[in-house]
């Protein structure tokens, strides 16, 4: 009941309030000053009127604005997936310009050769980790063979020790099992660069009476029948004097960077006798 009775007061001053405005309105277009009567109204009308006037700017603005956020949120998200799509096809760009300046070096690299080559993607390293070695996707269907040198832009890489029809295994020169017969290319004094399994090779052999020193650069000699000679291997990076040994202490470190070997060339110069033999 007292819902009730609160309601019905509620739309009579409704009521008053409009009917209220309806005079003041009809009257509106007469050119005369309010009395006093309707200054008393306009006095007490003013602020409902102001309020209800605030009211509707405001939800008005609270709607536009609502489905102006909602727009704009829709066209943030829609701006963050073309910002992602575009950052992943600018990393797709940068890489085949990365892969396109790697296949420019190994070309240039193929002409200094002047040698039948076989260009071959590295797909892996050896799964065991007993040996310093990688896997190429190419094999004895493209006429890969045992020892055949395997070498990239920077310099000697290894020789294939396995070959399968379509994938082959190169041992890198840092392996403990590699030796290559090399040379420095300044004193044109002979070593033999073996791997260590680390980041550097040992240089063996090399006589006391050379004139080796840091910074100098070693180059296959072209003996032993598998790299041609004068292919980069490396520069020297320390040189001892070993007391009571023959030869000195030699430390070479490698041209190739083998933790980025991603493309090499294979010379294809190989009898692949060993493999015959097997």
Request: net charge positive; charged share 25%; glycine share 8%.
């Amino acid at each position: 009941m007292k819902g009730e009775k609160y309601l019905r007061k509620i739309w009579i001053s409704i009521f008053f309030i409009c009917l209220v405005l309806l005079l003041l309105s009809s009257t509106s277009g007469l050119r005369r000053p309010w009395n006093p009567a309707e200054q008393l109204i306009v006095e007490i009308t003013a602020p409902f009127q102001k309020l209800i006037r605030v009211t509707i700017d405001f939800t008005k603005d609270f709607w536009f604005n609502y489905f102006y956020l909602v727009d704009a949120r829709q066209e943030n998200i829609r701006l963050k997936r073309e910002v992602n799509s575009l950052r992943m096809e600018n990393s797709r760009y940068r890489e085949l310009l990365a892969t396109h300046e790697r296949l420019r070096q190994l070309l240039q690299f193929k002409d200094v050769i002047r040698q039948p080559v076989t260009a071959a993607q590295v797909i892996g390293i050896d799964p065991t980790g007993w040996f310093k070695s990688v896997i190429i996707d190419k094999g004895g269907r493209a006429g890969l063979k045992w020892d055949m040198p395997v070498v990239n832009a920077s310099g000697v890489v290894g020789r294939i020790v396995s070959v399968s029809p379509h994938y082959a295994k190169v041992l890198l020169i840092i392996d403990q099992n590699s030796a290559v017969d090399c040379l420095t290319q300044e004193s044109r004094d002979r070593g033999m660069v073996k791997g260590l399994s680390t980041d550097v090779c040992r240089m063996d052999y090399m006589a006391k009476s050379s004139d080796v020193t840091v910074g100098d650069t070693v180059i296959t000699s072209g003996l032993g029948g598998i790299f041609p000679k004068g292919l980069p291997v490396g520069r020297i990076s320390k040189v001892k004097d070993l007391p009571g040994e023959l030869f000195k202490g030699v430390e070479v470190t490698p041209s190739v960077d083998f933790s980025k070997l991603e493309e090499v060339l294979v010379i294809r110069t190989g009898t692949g006798k060993r493999q015959e033999s097997d």
